[in-house]
Structures are given as C-alpha cells and as structure tokens.
Nanobody, 127 residues
Framework: QVQLVESGGGLVQPGGPLRLPCATS????????MAWFRQAPGKECEFVAA????????YYADSVKGRFTIPGDNAKNTVYLQMNSLKAEDTAVYYC????????????????????WGQGTQVTVSS
C-alpha cells in the first residue's frame, strides 16, 4: 500500500509560481507512473501531468504545457508539480496519483488507471 501526501497549496497571484510536493509513504518502483490531476469547482477532474518513474519521460495537458513541469526525486520518493505563470483558471484542488503498472492500459491520463491517490491540496490563483 502506497500513501500519497500532497502539500504546498495556497493563494498565489496571477503570473506567480508555486511548487507542490507529493511525498509517498513507500518506495516508488521503476514500473510506476506518477501523475497530477486537478478538479476545479463545478468541473470534472482532469489530467495535468505525468512522469514515468523509469526513464523520466513526462507528459502534459495542453493547458499547462510550457508552464508546468513534473520533476521527481527518487532518493526522497517524492514527485513535484512545478507551476509557473499561473492563471486564474489554474485554480483547483490538485491531486497526486500513482499507477503501479501503466503498461496495462498504455495510457497516462486516465483517472481509472491510477491505484493510489492523495487527499488533494487547494491552489487558488487570484489577485
């Protein structure tokens, strides 16, 4: 069982940066894919970014490409979401997720494929 704990959320001004860590209770194995999703008020949960733990290949939603990155720290078993140039429309609860074996689905952006989820952290972008 893997437990995921997000932190780092808060209020940030438009155009500002914010980094969200997601710490895991156990080891992130090389077969895992780690991802971030978000859910804005009144909207469905949507994929934001993912990283293949083995090899470090990354994937991004079009809405965040060029502004967000998803670095991982293997030694700390932690994945981050580095958000830059934040916009009001980035306001949402951000969730960290882990998929033990993404080769089963061959995808990285589907909610149903993820086995473990964090509790979420609120990010509000407002002046």
């Amino acid at each position: 069982q893997v437990q995921l704990v997000e932190s780092g959320g808060g209020l940030v001004q438009p155009g500002g940066p914010l980094r969200l860590p997601c710490a895991t209770s156990g080891r992130i194995f090389s077969s895992y894919v780690m991802a971030w999703f978000r859910q804005a008020p009144g909207k469905e949960c949507e994929f934001v970014a993912a990283i293949m733990w083995s090899g470090g290949r990354t994937y991004y939603a079009d809405s965040v490409k060029g502004r967000f990155t998803i670095p991982g720290d293997n030694a700390k078993n932690t994945v981050y979401l580095q958000m830059n140039s934040l916009k009001a429309e980035d306001t949402a609860v951000y969730y960290c997720a882990a998929d033990r074996n993404p080769v089963v689905t061959g995808t990285v952006d589907k909610r149903y494929q993820y086995d473990y989820w964090g509790q979420g952290t609120q990010v509000t972008v407002s002046s």
